[in-house]
């Protein structure tokens, strides 16, 4: 079966760094879309980057262009989302999703706090 497994969260300062990760099994990885998406405590989950099959290309929310960046390793069947410049705003819960399966992980919780 589908299975997403996030890491790499935890408590940053602002303007700082995280890599977080998503190890995916269960499908053709290199195959399908994947996503990242995060849930702000009281508000809705919302999508913050995708990354397409093979060619990589990518897009992002607004509120995160410029300072986060999405990649893939197919030969790990992995996702990564490296989290630069961080706000106190970007502290949420970061799912791993694929789409096409609606498949998502547990998540991990990134706090963003001085």
Same mark, same amino acid.
């Given at each position: 079966?589908v299975?997403?497994?996030?890491?790499?969260?935890?408590?940053v300062?602002?303007?700082?760094?995280?890599?977080?990760?998503?190890?995916?099994?269960?499908?053709?990885?290199?195959?399908?879309?994947?996503?990242?998406?995060?849930?702000?405590? #009281?508000?809705?989950?919302?999508? @913050?980057?995708?990354?397409?099959?093979? &060619?990589?290309? *990518?897009?992002?929310?607004? $509120?995160?262009?410029?300072?986060?960046?999405?990649?893939?390793?197919?030969?790990?069947?992995?996702v990564?989302?490296?989290?630069?410049?961080?706000?106190?705003v970007?502290? #949420?819960?970061?799912?791993?999703? @694929?789409?096409?399966?609606?498949?998502? &992980?547990?998540? *991990?919780?990134?706090?963003? $706090?001085?």
């Amino acid at each position: 079966q589908v299975q997403l497994v996030e890491s790499g969260g935890g408590l940053v300062q602002p303007g700082g760094s995280l890599r977080l990760s998503c190890v995916a099994s269960g499908f053709a990885f290199s195959s399908y879309h994947m996503c990242w998406y995060r849930q702000a405590p #009281g508000k809705e989950r919302e999508l @913050v980057a995708r990354i397409f099959t093979r &060619g990589g290309s *990518t897009n992002y929310a607004d $509120s995160v262009k410029g300072r986060f960046l999405i990649t893939r390793e197919n030969a790990k069947n992995t996702v990564y989302l490296q989290m630069n410049s961080l706000k106190i705003v970007d502290t #949420g819960v970061y799912y791993c999703n @694929v789409p096409l399966l609606d498949s998502w &992980g547990q998540g *991990t919780l990134v706090t963003v $706090s001085s």
